[in-house]
């Protein structure tokens, strides 16, 4: 089992930055994919960034450029840094453990899931 918990959502306006953290516990974490998805109302589930232990990161077209994903193995936690955010970028945001092989964009991959939190850009 692992526990995933998202700290960081907010409310910031269009060209601003966030920083999103994920705490992971349980099972040994060196050997887990970590990924952020993201869900606006009435849209489903998309795939921004993923991340394997050994740091190979993956971006969905839209975030690249604007968001970075870092780990820390040590401390068991996934950070994603949110630069020059856009009114798109609305949605709950959350963040998921994979044990597949490489950063899958599917969430049916992912069976590791945070409660979620907020992120709200204002134009």
């Known amino acids: 089992q692992v526990q995933l918990v998202e700290f960081g959502g907010g409310l910031v306006q269009a060209g601003g930055s966030l920083r999103l953290s994920c705490a992971a516990s349980g099972r040994t974490f060196s050997n887990v994919v970590m990924g952020w998805f993201r869900q606006a109302p009435g849209k489903g589930r998309e795939f921004v960034a993923g991340i394997t232990w050994s740091s190979g990161m993956r971006y969905a077209d839209s975030v690249k450029g604007r968001f970075t994903i870092s780990r820390d193995n040590a401390k068991n936690t996934v950070d994603l840094q949110m630069d020059n955010l856009k009114p798109e970028d609305t949605a709950v945001y959350y963040c998921?453990?994979?044990?597949?092989?490489?950063?899958?964009?599917?969430?049916?991959?992912?069976?590791?899931w945070g409660p979620g939190t907020q992120v709200t850009v204002s134009s």
């Open positions: 998921a453990a994979s044990f597949t092989n490489g950063v899958s964009s599917f969430s049916t991959h992912y069976g590791y």
